[in-house]
């Protein structure tokens, strides 16, 4: 890795009814729109903090569309559209494109509150010494996947929202051949039992 990694956040826009859609029961739509909010601000502000790298927002819909009016974001992000296709397609155009330009890439969601600044810049740091790094999630998902390689298996044909996400993901890269740094553990919070893991402050006010 010679060029610093570039941060791209994959994220929807927090709209009541599109996003975190399966925390419905438990917030209702409005509060899981709040949170989705909320989540999405905190994984910038870490992204940013993190002083790794550039920090890129890569969104659905399009940056240009109305529901991405009325968010407050910083104005240091970079805003590209995820495109067309599933999310793997999606995930794979977005670290194709950076790696083409020569730089490495870290892959983060926001779901993740403890993907803090501190543990993206260990992730960062992991990549000086390896092809990849991957923050798994408790749920077998993972938060975080760095690269300093393209590849498109690493995201083809993969079984996305399950608990072998991070496990395959691993296992294609050892096809590769390539050196992993697999890093602690963390929690995401997709489904109302993943509540508890969620920190007071980032609780919506519904």
Known sequence: ???????????????????????????????????????????????????????ELCVTPAPADPLWSGLALQATLTWSDQGDGDLGERMARAAQRVLDA????????????????????????????????????????????????????????????????AQETRRRVEQLGWSLQNLPTLHDIDEPADLRWLPAHLQPAI
């Open 1 to 55: 890795m010679t060029q610093p990694p570039r941060i791209v956040i994959f994220a929807k826009a927090p709209v009541a009814g599109l996003a975190k859609t399966r925390l419905i029961p438990a917030l209702g739509a409005q509060g899981a729109a709040l949170l989705a909010t909320a989540l999405l601000d905190h994984a910038v502000a870490q992204a940013l903090a993190s002083g790794v790298g550039p920090v």
């Open 102 to 165: 020569g730089e490495p890439v870290l892959l983060m969601g926001t779901d993740c509150p403890d993907l803090t600044a501190g543990r993206i810049r260990e992730a960062a740091a992991s990549l000086t010494a390896a092809d990849a790094t991957l923050v798994p999630a408790f749920d077998g998902g993972y938060v975080l996947l760095g690269l300093n390689h393209f590849d498109a298996s690493l995201f083809a044909g993969i079984a996305w929202s399950t608990a072998t996400v």
